[in-house]
């Protein structure tokens, strides 16, 4: 079953949601341009339900089918994210971001505009038995809007079952999905050592306790974690790419800042990382005669696709690009997504689709790829049909 033929003809009217979608951009919870075009449309398109305020900011509307399911399962949820980064966009499109230090890097433009020619669809034709939820979520870019969300009860007051996420995937062909049971992203904790050395002038070092030469050690020190410290078998990052020192050239400043991220999938390895960091920025501040404070935050979960929604979800992702274009047993990435809070309230699966040849997420040059519109917006579109069939 290959492209659905009326998301096909929507094609250019959600490629023109897309672009307006990107042209402003908005970051963590303050969506409120983009979730008040996202409500206007849900109600223009006749959902039974168009709910705001869930999680802040984020939107949910209810499609009811045409009759009761006569399964156990009868109501999904289906999720994209509908924030933007903190980074100036450097490309010369029409659509460009207008608003300065923002752009849609990640192209949640592309989700929401996708679920929202689904909701369409859907809409129109209510080919299904049983109710499909379309949820639109602020925040997934570092606030936790997903588990904001969860916390306000999204869940139980929809009566969701079980939910599904989405996203691009740069690299990937348009036209073919990756998925895989169990941990398909990494946890995500955030990283911050906060140096204290004793400033003083840059000609008479030997007089200060220079906190730069100790956060450079620290960088150097934290990168033997993963290399001599986690078994090989188990995959693991630890990056460090905030370094904040200094304000001129000849003084020695008095402090540092280190920022950076921790990614694994296990919870010994995510211990065992944060106990050896511990060690590092104290034991190596110390040796130098300085000092350093690390706060260590565990933020996002693993991301655990379910087994049957994971091998369910393959399946019609196959009815819309074929068996041979979805790699159903993909290897999994060290990305982190808050999707994951999601599906540790309720069962299901979280699928990459390709976004073609195009710059890499979190780029200042990245823009999605709007050939894969009828792929997306067809999957969730049977997605719903097949989960919940007549």
């Not at 080919?127 to 588990?147: D, H, K, L, S």
């Not at 995500?188 to 008479?204: P, Q, V, Y």
């Not at 565990?298 to 019609?316: K, L, M």
Request: hydrophobic share 40%; charged share 20%.
């Amino acid at each position: 079953m290959p492209i659905v033929s009326r998301i096909a003809a929507l094609h250019p009217e959600i490629t023109e949601w897309r672009r307006d979608i990107h042209a402003h951009p908005e970051i963590l919870y303050d969506v409120h341009r983009t979730a008040g075009a996202v409500a206007e449309k849900l109600k223009a398109f006749g959902c039974d339900e168009v709910v705001t305020g869930i999680g802040r900011t984020g939107v949910v509307g209810v499609i009811r089918g045409r009759k009761e399911a006569t399964g156990t399962m009868k109501t999904i949820g289906m999720r994209a994210d509908m924030d933007a980064l903190p980074i100036d966009e450097q490309t010369n499109l029409p659509y460009r971001s207008t608003v300065p230090g923002k752009m849609h890097a990640c192209g949640h433009d592309g989700h929401t505009a996708m679920l929202l020619g689904a909701a369409k669809y859907l809409a129109e034709t209510r080919n299904f038995a049983g109710t499909a939820v379309v949820i639109f979520q602020p925040a997934e870019e570092g606030g936790a809007g997903g588990r904001a969300m969860v916390r306000d009860g999204m869940m139980e007051r929809f009566g969701i079952e079980e939910v599904y996420g989405m996203h691009n995937f740069p690299g990937l062909p348009v036209g073919q999905f990756a998925i895989r049971s169990g941990p398909i992203m990494a946890s995500a904790d955030r990283i911050t050592i906060a140096i204290e050395g004793l400033g003083g002038h840059a000609a008479r070092p030997h007089l200060s306790v220079d906190p730069v030469l100790i956060g450079a050690q620290i960088v150097n020190q934290v990168q033997s974690i993963v290399a001599r410290n986690i078994d090989p078998v188990d995959a693991a990052v630890v990056s460090i790419p905030v370094f904040q020192a200094g304000t001129t050239d000849n003084v020695i400043p008095q402090t540092a800042r280190l920022g950076g991220t921790a990614r694994s999938f296990r919870p010994e390895v995510r211990d065992l990382i944060e106990r050896r960091l511990r060690d590092i920025v104290e034991g190596t501040a110390k040796l130098h005669g300085g000092s350093a404070r690390l706060t260590y935050s565990r933020d996002y979960p693993v991301t655990r696709n379910h087994e049957r929604q994971t091998a369910f979800a393959a399946n019609v992702a196959a009815q819309i690009a074929g068996p041979e274009q979805v790699d159903a047993d993909a290897p999994p990435v060290l990305g982190a997504e808050d999707f994951s809070y999601m599906l540790e309230a309720r069962p299901g699966a979280f699928i990459f689709m390709g976004n073609g040849d195009t710059a890499g997420l979190h780029h200042p040059a990245y823009d999605f790829n709007d050939e894969a519109i009828p792929v997306g917006a067809s999957y969730w579109a049977r997605l719903v049909e097949t989960a919940l069939p007549m």
